[in-house]
């Protein structure tokens, strides 16, 4: 079935509507489609990794409860970090579609550098943790949040 009228492309998609078989996709739509992937999938898998967490969090087998472990000013800056190299990763992106490479370069190191500072906050949090006998071994809760923690760790290490 060939259609014999050229119809314009309204999505700029680079298909043509007389072309039976077009071929495979522009790598751009492979690339989007690719990002919505992963992203779905990192929903999932963080969602499962909340819900654990979230079901074994009073299950302290007589040790310590997160409010006598965590030290909130850590938690406070952990977090700064991560959503400031959220905001410079964005800025990246931007520099990257205006093509310019200096911002880019420079909004990336940014980003890494926020990225780093958490990951040794993290490792120190976790280090102290296991020092004061609060190792994932010691309860399902304890089991559940360095499971939680340390697969975004790993998941912030794979971004940098």
């Known amino acids: ?33 690719g990002f919505w992937i992963f992203l779905l999938s990192d929903i999932v898998m963080f969602s499962c990794f909340f819900a654990a967490y979230a079901v074994l969090l009073g299950q302290t087998a007589g040790g310590p409860t997160g409010a006598q472990l965590f030290n909130l000013k850590s938690v406070a800056v952990e977090t700064t970090c991560l959503l400031l190299s959220s905001f410079t990763c964005g800025m ?6 205006e093509r310019n490479f200096f911002w880019f370069q420079v909004m990336m190191a940014v980003t890494c550098i926020f ?19 609060a190792g994932p071994s010691r309860s399902a809760f304890l089991s559940a949040f360095f499971t939680l923690v340390g697969c975004h760790g ?5 971004g940098i």
């Open 115 to 133: 990225g780093l500072a958490f990951l040794a906050i993290e490792f120190h949090e976790f280090a102290d943790l296991v020092a004061r006998g």
């Open 154 to 158: 790993g998941h912030v290490s794979a």
């Open 92 to 97: 990246a992106s931007i520099a990257a579609e």
């Open 1 to 33: 079935m060939t259609m014999t009228a050229v119809q314009e492309d309204p999505h700029h998609l680079g298909v043509l509507a007389n072309v039976e078989h077009p071929g495979p996709a522009p790598k751009r739509i492979v690339t989007g489609y």
